[in-house]
């Protein structure tokens, strides 16, 4: 179905802040909440359920992901779309009444700036830029279905963010080279010892009533094995873990009941006291429970890491060792970890 065009949409930078201090992970990250909002203006889209053609495509969802050989990481190391971005970017904003849905930032002076584009593959009129997509996407996925809608992104003056997407995979490009791509899973699809390894992590969390658990995505990035997104609903909040392929190690848990719960909060006051404990604990206390949570979800030694915290988050810790992944915390007002992640 063709989607209609629909008017812009005006955000202020405040407001763009806002949606960045109340993303606790990745997976609801800005540009995730961007998008619906730009989609909750479009014709609602029909979700595929990949259990119903998993019969169907399930040899062809991991052909790729699962063996991916010297050559082909090679290949795709080398991957770049930098000189053909800015051209395409031209393009999205100067057809945002045609075929480009469209948020815009206001800044402090009042001015309005583009911010997200978002346009259906086929109506991309940069053969350029186009082509040289379809080939990014071709490599990284071989056996996957046509590119549906690509997404722009300028969060600074001529600085793009770029990601293409159906409704099974997605990859996404910064300053022209991909470094993050997703696609669908069936959970019959995953090894039973990164499935074991993900239960032996989630019972190390916490004391939570186990639901249900569910993978329904695998991660690739540049160089690295792939990772696989498990999900545990609990009656207390969800908790994410990944866990690598083929070493079956954890390199992420994000334990919700255990955070502040941010994101749920209407009280600014209580936002802002919320802030400013966590921002009040020492950095040794909570590095001595960062050191001792990694131990026990993630079987990882921090304790000759040097530590600092992010500048971009009051709640996180960043752990970094020369020669191995960087490592980061996030903590709550009560100085407790409720997750952890390997940055490579």
């Not at 690598?244 to 936002?271: C, G, M, W």
Request: charged share 30%.
């Amino acid at each position: 179905m063709r989607r209609s065009p629909s008017p812009s949409k005006t955000v202020s930078m405040h407001q763009v802040e806002q949606m960045i201090r109340d993303t606790e992970t990745l997976e609801y990250s800005m540009s995730g909440q961007i998008v619906d909002k730009l989609e909750s203006r479009s014709v609602p889209r029909h979700k595929p359920v990949f259990t119903r053609r998993a019969g169907v495509i399930a040899a062809s969802m991991v052909a790729f992901c699962v063996f991916m050989t010297p050559v082909m990481a090679q290949a795709i190391e080398r991957l770049s779309l930098l000189e053909y971005i800015n051209p395409f970017a031209k393009e999205v904003k100067m057809n945002s009444s045609k075929k480009v849905d469209t948020i815009y930032a206001r800044g402090l002076d009042g001015n309005k700036s583009f911010h997200t584009g978002m346009i259906r593959f086929e109506d991309i009129e940069d053969q350029e830029f186009k082509s040289q997509l379809q080939k990014a996407w071709t490599e990284i996925f071989p056996e996957g279905e046509a590119i549906k809608e690509v997404i722009v992104y300028e969060y600074k003056a001529d600085t793009y963010h770029i990601e293409a997407r159906n409704e099974n995979r997605s990859i996404e490009f910064d300053q022209g080279r991909w470094f993050y791509a997703k696609q669908t899973v069936g959970e019959s699809q995953v090894p039973g010892a990164a499935q074991a390894a993900a239960d032996q992590a989630f019972h190390k969390v916490g004391e939570f009533k186990q639901g249900k658990r569910s993978v329904s995505q695998m991660i690739l990035r540049p160089n690295q094995q792939p990772v696989y997104k498990f999900v545990y609903e609990t009656n207390k909040g969800s908790v994410l873990i990944d866990v690598q392929q083929e070493t079956n190690q954890i390199t992420r848990v994000v334990a919700f009941p255990l955070s502040d719960h941010l994101d749920k909060l209407d009280d600014r006051q209580k936002y802002d006291d919320i802030v400013k404990q966590t921002k009040a604990i020492a950095i040794d206390t909570l590095q001595k429970e960062a050191v001792k949570q990694a131990e026990a979800w993630m079987k990882l030694d921090l304790a000759d890491y040097n530590v600092s915290r992010d500048e971009s988050r009051f709640d996180t810790l960043t752990f970094t060792k020369a020669g191995s992944p960087d490592v980061t915390a996030l903590f709550t007002s009560k100085g407790t970890i409720y997750g952890m992640e390997r940055r490579w």
